[in-house]
């Protein structure tokens, strides 16, 4: 079934909606901006006899998009593919939405139905199958063991079936190692449906830990963050169907704060379109884009939110500049030394931004080390800090105290240290939000990239 287009849409507010979409997984490969590769790889693994696909890769990548773009179009049974969620759900439920489905198909009501109903189909699947049909609000009780045949004895002739089964990473841990059973006898058994799972991962061993055999069943893709060109191409796009004029080097700004994700691009050129559709305008100004990061914050996901809002919240000037500071890099993981510089530019900037000279503090103390932050329970005492017209500064002994603290539960466990004296966002997308709230104070940061030539493009001096 296929989604509305975009030339059907008279009313440029439905229109953008339907073009920018950060809360609405993509459906079609039109809109599915720079994951061409990733979509022939799943559709040809899909089309392998007995093969599933496992799309994993970080929180925001698109891995849910590209699952559903897929199935909409690898799925050709006259109705949309089914998408279930891991999400406190267990096999049997699972499996039992997954028949549901496959029972409302054309095939099932002209040929099965009547046979089901009257237990012509016999054995434990027959029983099951007829649980199923007269009972359509109850969770019936299906063994893994059986859960293929059941599949198989419901499946649409002649016709392609594909799930969705989303959110692996909130299923339980009987949950994963039904699913390794189930995906091995998939192969094994040559399921004429076909399976798509997702989930936030470093790699499968979580799944397949079960059934390291299952592996020859499963087709592995893992998600990266998308280049600043296309998303540039997806502001280009939507921007395009209200024709709305965006400088270039607005437009890359916006990649710049997206980080890689594509929702916060999507979300950014969402809100700076309605901003223009409601002061009826054809061209963007600087007043515009202030509103749209506005907006932004205002609808962005609670996951980034809480983390941010507990990092700040006793002590919120210091940390604020602090995690702008941890987001003003091209590269994830940084240095203590590489960040305080960092720091001291941020600080710099706020300054500047009210008609002040910015002098760093003075160092008067040794560092403190790894141990001693472990072991350090002081707070930062208005006392310890150095006023700057206003503004506090952190001194480089607190800087690296307020650093350790952000791996702390109280302080939101923003980062996380793989190595002494490094760190890095413990959600790759928390740098995007703390890239955009800086931007809603008026403070640029990370607007440094390496291009396509692995050339370093600083934006504040175009």
């Not at 008279?10 to 990733?38: C, K, M, N, Y």
């Not at 139905?113 to 016999?122: A, D, I, Q, R, T």
């Not at 592996?215 to 998308?226: K, N, P």
Request: glycine share 6%; with cysteine.
């Amino acid at each position: 079934m296929e989604p509305t287009t975009l030339s059907e849409i008279e009313d440029p507010w439905v229109r953008v909606r339907h073009v920018f979409l950060p809360s609405t997984p993509i459906r079609e490969e039109a809109r599915l901006v720079g994951r061409s590769e990733q979509v022939e790889r799943v559709r040809r693994e899909l089309r392998s006899p007995g093969r599933s696909v496992f799309i994993f890769g970080e929180r925001g990548v698109g891995k849910t998009s590209l699952a559903q773009t897929v199935a909409f179009t690898e799925d050709d049974t006259d109705n949309d593919p089914a998408i279930v969620s891991c999400y406190q759900a267990d096999f049997s439920q699972l499996i039992t939405r997954v028949v549901r489905h496959l029972m409302a198909l054309p095939y099932y009501q002209s040929t099965l139905k009547k046979k089901v109903l009257e237990l012509k189909l016999g054995g434990a699947v027959g029983h099951i199958l007829h649980r199923v049909e007269t009972q359509p609000t109850e969770m019936v009780r299906v063994e893994p063991i059986y859960a293929v045949e059941l599949l198989k004895s419901v499946a649409p002739a002649n016709k392609t079936a594909v799930v969705v089964v989303d959110e692996m990473d909130q299923a339980s841990s009987q949950l994963r190692r039904d699913l390794a059973h189930f995906v091995k006898q998939t192969g094994d058994e040559d399921c004429p449906i076909k399976f798509i799972f997702t989930g936030i991962a470093n790699d499968v061993d979580e799944l397949l830990e079960a059934h390291q055999s299952a592996s020859r069943s499963v087709a592995t893709v893992r998600l990266e963050r998308l280049l600043l060109g296309d998303l540039v191409r997806i502001l280009d796009s939507g921007f395009g169907v209200v024709d709305l004029g965006v400088a270039d080097l607005l437009k890359r700004r916006i990649a710049l704060m997206s980080d890689g994700f594509a929702y916060f691009t999507h979300l950014l050129g969402l809100k700076l379109a309605e901003r223009a559709l409601d002061a009826e305008v054809t061209e963007v100004n600087e007043g515009l884009m202030d509103g749209a990061i506005e907006d932004a914050v205002a609808d962005i996901e609670v996951q980034l939110k809480r983390p941010y809002e507990l990092a700040v919240r006793k002590y919120h000037d210091r940390y604020e500049t602090l995690l702008w500071a941890l987001a003003d890099h091209w590269q994830l993981e940084r240095s203590s030394k590489e960040i305080w510089r960092s720091y001291l530019g941020v600080c710099q900037k706020r300054f500047s931004q009210q008609g002040l000279v910015f002098r760093a503090p003075n160092e008067t103390k040794d560092e403190p080390s790894e141990e001693a932050l472990d072991e350090s329970q002081e707070d930062l005492d208005d006392d310890g800090l150095e006023p700057r017209d206003g503004l506090m500064v952190l001194t480089k002994q607190q800087f690296r105290q307020a650093v350790h603290r952000l791996k702390q539960t109280a302080y939101g466990e923003i980062l996380e240290s793989p190595q002494r004296g490094w760190y890095r966002f413990r959600f790759s997308m928390m740098r995007g939000y703390c890239r955009l709230m800086a931007a809603r104070h008026g403070i640029s940061v990370g607007l440094k990239y390496l291009d396509t030539h692995n050339n370093l493009v600083d934006l504040e001096r175009l």
